[in-house]
């Protein structure tokens, strides 16, 4: 039966109680779901997000693992921590006008359990498939909407490397990386751009130059990554500011229904 339990850490509110989902002695195998109305509509898009803190509720020091699934596709297999809350979010297509998320015991002994889940529907011009150089004026028109806040900051440097790690070493990957110029580069003399690379694999089909004033997003969409593939964010030989990017988002790809089912 499910039971909830008060953890004390120092925590965001809603991390602060576990809701535990035992199963009876002897069985494990078995989902525990959340139905979640679509308000009568079908083929919607969600952004979901479950929460988990163990917090060693049950004193035995033994972070528990288990399956969390969307109706009958595979989510994620959770890896708790002792003492650290950890999340996974998906966007995912609700084809009715219902869904269910639920967690799954796959071992015995490890009862799944979840702090907090949180959903929300989207625009439908969110995520948005286009050229790997679309332009768009201003954020709030800008493709997948990103938020004014974070494109007030960015990180800059001589070259940028970052890499996407999984849990696989092969995976699919949605990638959006947004650019900006918050100052006018006035002078004659300045000019911005810089490559995107995978490896010493050019992806930029022509030089990123980020405008000023408004958004461009550079996507990569269904592209295969590994987990030791890197990016890198160089300057033109030509240009006399350094790389900077302003945000990034990245989604790896589900393998759909899950095998166990």
Known sequence: MPTSVNVSKQLPLAMKTVRILTNPKGITWKKYCCSIDMGGTDWTRILARANFYYGNYD??????SFSLMFDANNWGDVETTLDEPVFYEAIYVVKAKSTHICVAQTEPGMSPFISALEVCRLSYTMEKQSTSDAPSIGTRTAYNEPPEVVMQKAITG?????????NTSR???????YFSEVTSVSPAWERWSFLLYEDRLLMSRKPISPPYGSVLKVSQTDY?????????????????LHPTLHAM?????????????
Do not use: H
Request: aromatic content about 16%; cysteine-free.
């Open 249 to 261: 988002e990245a989604y790896m790809l589900s393998k759909g229904t899950d095998r166990r089912d």
């Open 171 to 177: 995976f699919g990957v949605y990638m959006y990386l």
């Open 59 to 64: 004193r035995p020091v033994n972070p528990p």
């Open 158 to 166: 001589n070259n940028l490397t970052f890499w996407l790690p999984g």
């Open 224 to 240: 295969l990554v590994a987990n030791d593939t890197k990016f890198y964010l160089l300057a033109t030989a030509d240009s006399t």
